[in-house]
């Protein structure tokens, strides 16, 4: 079945340092999305990436999916300690058939911040 | 209030009980998700709904039964629990631009 691999773990940083987590699939996906969960909480929708090679940005954060549509990564830049949680990256299988809505998480990046 | 419940939020309960965790959402999002969360393993999905009377195993199914005799609601019913079904569970909605909803989760501790 389809994996999604995501490194690191775990990274702590100094605030104000920059962050990035990475995310791979062992087959091609139809689209990638990723999530924050604050200590505590539940995951929060970010963003969804579709196109092979896009780029999007929300604020400090910038997203890439990979040309091939197989990875993917989180850029955090100037981290702050509100950044603090785990982030998910969960990829959707090519579109069609029984796979519609169904995502395949990674093992998430717990990120701290010291400031 | 909209939104996606989850109920109770904590749960201690004896090996080889049944349990059932419940799920309540407004939205009346067609496609449900039970997950299970644990250190190192991410989220997990146990089962899914992609609309009331049509379920489907997920990843790890194996312990756990669902329904879905109303839209809006999507309970978790672990037959005859185990040590290892301890864990954080959350439930998901699919909105209609493909997010996925997540309530605030239920944390079971089977002793």
């Known amino acids: 079945g389809q994996q999604v691999m995501q490194i690191p773990q775990y990274q702590h940083v100094q605030e104000g340092e920059d962050f990035t987590t990475y995310c791979n699939s062992s087959?091609?996906?139809?689209?990638i999305q990723w999530y924050k969960q604050r200590p505590g909480g539940h995951p929060v929708f970010l963003i969804q990436l579709v196109k092979s090679g896009e780029v999007k940005k929300q604020k400090r954060l910038t997203f890439q999916f990979g040309e091939a549509k197989k990875n993917s990564s989180l850029h955090i830049t100037a981290t702050q300690t509100t950044d603090v949680g785990t982030y998910f990256c969960?990829?959707?299988?090519?579109?069609?058939?029984?796979?519609?809505?169904?995502?395949?998480f990674g093992q998430g990046t717990i990120l701290t911040v010291h400031p | 209030d909209a939104g996606i419940t989850q109920s109770p939020r904590y749960k201690i309960t004896e090996t080889g009980r049944q349990v059932t965790l419940m799920c309540h959402q407004t939205w009346s999002h067609s496609y449900m998700f039970w997950y299970r969360q644990d250190l190192g393993h991410g989220l997990r999905l146990i089962y899914y709904s992609a609309a009331a009377d049509i379920t489907d195993k997920g990843e790890v199914p194996d312990g756990y039964v669902v329904s879905r005799s109303k839209t809006e609601n999507f309970p978790l019913t672990l037959e005859s629990a185990t040590r290892s079904q301890t864990s954080v569970y959350f439930c998901a909605s699919l909105s209609s631009g493909n997010e996925q909803y997540f309530g605030p989760g239920t944390r079971l501790t089977v002793t």
């Open positions: 087959t091609t996906l139809s689209n």
């Open positions: 969960a990829g959707s299988p090519r579109a069609g058939g029984t796979s519609y809505g169904k995502l395949t």
